[in-house]
């Protein structure tokens, strides 16, 4: 608390690792929602729906999932 030095900032090689782990973590938790987003898009097709209507419907639901993830999930 008082009379304590302050830690010393991470050095830009800790930071770079830091960031990696970050990045990766991130890659993991939001590979599965590209994969849904894939998922429907192809579903929709299969079902008849047009290749540019399957692909924006299925973009608005990830961009729609996405900001949820975003914000919190509010």
Known sequence: MFGQTPPAPPSPMELKAQITTAMLDMAG???PV???A???RRDL???GWSPTMA???A???LA???QGIG???R
């Open 29 to 31: 938790i939001l590979e």
């Open 34 to 36: 590209y994969d849904a």
């Open 38 to 40: 894939d998922g429907m």
């Open 45 to 47: 097709e299969s079902r």
């Open 55 to 57: 692909e924006q419907c």
């Open 59 to 61: 973009g608005v639901w």
């Open 64 to 66: 729609a999932t996405l």
């Open 71 to 73: 914000s919190g999930g």
